[in-house]
T-cell receptor, first 114, second 113 residues
Framework: DAGVIQSPRHEVTEMGQEVTLRCKPI?????LFWYRQTMMRGLELLIY????????DSGMPEDRFSAKMPNASFSTLKIQPSEPRDSAVYFC????????????FGSGTQLSVL | EDQVTQSPEALRLQEGESSSLNCSYT??????LFWYRQDPGKGPEFLFT???AGEEKEKERLKATLTKKESFLHITAPKPEDSATYLC??????????????FGTGTRLQVTL
C-alpha cells in the first residue's frame, strides 16, 4: 500500500485566494482525520470522518474552512478565502476502527499564504 | 478539556547517552496514550499505545511507560538515527471524543556523534 497520499506537497498563495488540499486515505480505512500543525500550537484536529460522514468538526477554525469526503478514497479540505494566519502544515491521517487509534499520516501539505 | 504537556521542548544527547522524555496529561478518562515519531518534512509515525498505569512497551532502543498522570519515553544508548521530534497524544473515553487524539507539542531530540 502506498500509504496516505496528500497533494499538493507545497502550496503558496495570496491572501483571499481559495485553497484546496487533497487526501487519499489507505484503502479499507474507515476513519479520516484532518490535522493542522504549527510551531506554537502543535498538531490540532480540525475534523474527522467515519465512513465518509463528518463526525466532529469542532476544530474547524471558522466558516472559511470546509471539508468533504465524497467517497471512501478521497477527501478535500478547502479554505476560502485564505488568510496569512492559515499558514501551517496540514496533515491528513487515516485509521481502521474506533478501538485502534493507530493513525497513519500523509506527508502533509505546507501552506503559505502571503 | 484534555491537555498534554511534553518536556523538555528540545534535548541534545551524545550517542550512547541515555535519557527520558516526559509527557504529562490531564484527561477525563484515559482510553489510550500514544507515542509518535516525526521526522522533518514528514507526517508522524506511530510508535506505541499504552492503556493502563504500569504498562510498558519496548521497541529497539525505546521504552514507553505509563502512570496515572504521565508517560515517559526512555531512550537507551541512542544513535544519530533516533534524532526526530517525539509526540505524545491522549485519547479519552466518550461517544464523540473516542476517536480524537489530543497531541502535545513534542520534544525535538538531536543525537550527535
Amino acid at each position: 500500500d502506498a500509504g496516505v497520499i496528500q497533494s499538493p506537497r507545497h502550496e503558496v498563495t495570496e491572501m483571499g485566494q481559495e485553497v484546496t488540499l487533497r487526501c487519499k486515505p489507505i484503502s479499507g480505512h474507515d476513519y479520516l482525520f484532518w490535522y493542522r500543525q504549527t510551531m506554537m500550537r502543535g498538531l490540532e484536529l480540525l475534523i474527522y470522518f467515519n465512513n465518509n460522514v463528518p463526525i466532529d468538526d469542532s476544530g474547524m477554525p471558522e466558516d472559511r474552512f470546509s471539508a468533504k469526503m465524497p467517497n471512501a478514497s478521497f477527501s478535500t479540505l478547502k479554505i476560502q478565502p485564505s488568510e496569512p494566519r492559515d499558514s501551517a502544515v496540514y496533515f491528513c491521517a487515516s485509521s481502521l476502527g474506533q478501538e485502534n487509534q493507530k493513525l497513519f499520516f500523509g506527508s502533509g501539505t505546507q501552506l503559505s499564504v502571503l | 478539556e484534555d491537555q498534554v504537556t511534553q518536556s523538555p521542548e528540545a534535548l541534545r544527547l551524545q550517542e550512547g547517552e541515555s535519557s527520558s522524555l516526559n509527557c504529562s496529561y490531564t484527561v477525563s478518562g484515559l482510553r489510550g496514550l500514544f507515542w509518535y515519531r516525526q521526522d522533518p518534512g514528514k507526517g508522524p509515525e506511530f510508535l506505541f499505545t499504552l492503556y493502563s498505569a504500569g504498562e510498558e512497551k519496548e521497541k529497539e532502543r525505546l521504552k514507553a511507560t505509563l502512570t496515572k498522570k504521565e508517560s515517559f519515553l526512555h531512550i537507551t544508548a541512542p544513535k544519530p538515527e533516533d534524532s526526530a521530534t517525539y509526540l505524545c497524544a491522549v485519547q479519552a473515553y466518550g461517544k464523540t471524543t473516542a476517536s480524537k487524539l489530543t497531541f502535545g507539542t513534542g520534544t525535538r531530540l538531536q543525537v550527535t556523534l
